[in-house]
């Protein structure tokens, strides 16, 4: 075979990942949803507290993977990167497609308890990397952080329990507990699968493009490692589930800041911090911080996430991504 027909083969392959990818994302993200549904009405607890813990820390492995293995590898800047990278996909990513496809509602206790314990997470993470002082220590204080904020979400839920209008349960037609749990873990691993297999594929075509590394690390890589929680999320809007979208979201952040970060310490040699690497103190840190911000605002203003906000955040990650490559390429 000649290398033009090599090269088209290679391309052929490429194009079948990304469509099983963008196919097993679909349908993991489904699952994913109806599994969270299911056991939140068999474990008696709201959608929102599901959302948090379930789908929020479920769908944040791929970079949980990632981040302990850059920094294994010798590569913390990546881990670091990744965090911050992903945060912001988060929020101005998933949460804008979320409330562009049909506006986010917010629970209360979204704005009484997750809110303020990702504003508490994010600047927590800041602040320890700009004090260049993320080191073991300090992720075990993090992971007890994450503890308890666990703790103080669980047990609200259950003081809830028995109050009028308190706690909006999903309908009473799911399945039963093992069977949610088995959609939830089977949804999972479609949506991790899928978003390797989409990353794949995408980045061979880009290169072949001609494009740069940096601008597919700085797109497709970043946006890869949160595509479980764009899928979720999708799903979740589009059943009506802006409790479950809008929870994936803050749990993946919160997540993220606290737990990634504090699995990346621990396997730091040596007990030495991880560094802000140049670029992410330049502009990417700041970023995070002021799409967080944002978020906040718009969800605590109008108590919801309208459709214009999130055609509004999707026009700021546009604008992030394209600040973002020219800052690399200085």
Do not use: C, H, K
């Amino acid at each position: 075979m000649d290398a033009a027909g090599s090269t088209i083969d290679a391309m052929g392959w490429a194009w079948t990942l990304i469509g099983v990818g963008l196919l097993s994302l679909a349908l993991g993200g489904e699952l994913v949803v109806r599994g969270a549904v299911g056991a939140a009405q068999s474990l008696g607890v709201s959608p929102l507290i599901i959302g948090v813990v379930l789908m929020g820390f479920g769908t944040s492995m791929p970079e949980m993977v990632t981040s302990v293995q850059s920094v294994l590898a010798g590569a913390p800047d990546i881990a670091v990167g990744n965090v911050v990278g992903s945060n912001i996909a988060n929020l101005l990513l998933i949460a804008g497609v979320a409330a562009a496809l049909s506006g986010i509602s917010s629970a209360p206790r979204l704005l009484s308890r997750d809110a303020p314990a990702l504003a508490i997470a994010t600047l927590v993470l800041a602040g320890l990397l700009l004090a260049d002082a993320l080191t073991p220590l300090a992720g075990i204080a993090m992971a007890v952080a994450l503890a308890l904020y666990l703790r103080l979400a669980i047990q609200s839920e259950s003081a809830a329990v028995g109050e009028p209008e308190a706690v909006p349960m999903p309908e009473a037609d799911g399945p039963s507990l093992p069977t949610a749990f088995l959609f939830f873990g089977l949804g999972l691993v479609a949506t991790l699968l899928g978003a390797q297999w989409l990353v794949d594929g995408s980045a061979d075509l880009a290169r072949r493009a001609g494009l740069s590394e940096a601008f597919i690390g700085a797109s497709i890589v970043a946006v890869g490692t949160s595509l479980p929680e764009l899928a979720a999320t999708v799903a979740a809007a589009i059943r009506g589930r802006a409790d479950l979208a809008i929870g994936n979201v803050f749990g993946s952040n919160i997540f993220n800041s606290l737990a990634i970060m504090a699995a990346a310490t621990w396997a730091t040699p040596f007990g030495a911090p991880l560094t802000l690497p140049p670029s992410t103190a330049a502009f990417d840190l700041w970023a995070m911080l002021a799409a967080t911000a944002i978020v906040i605002l718009f969800v605590w203003t109008g108590r919801r996430l309208a459709r214009w906000e999130g055609l509004v955040l999707l026009a700021l990650y546009v604008g992030f991504l394209t600040t973002a490559f020219l800052v690399s390429a200085q």
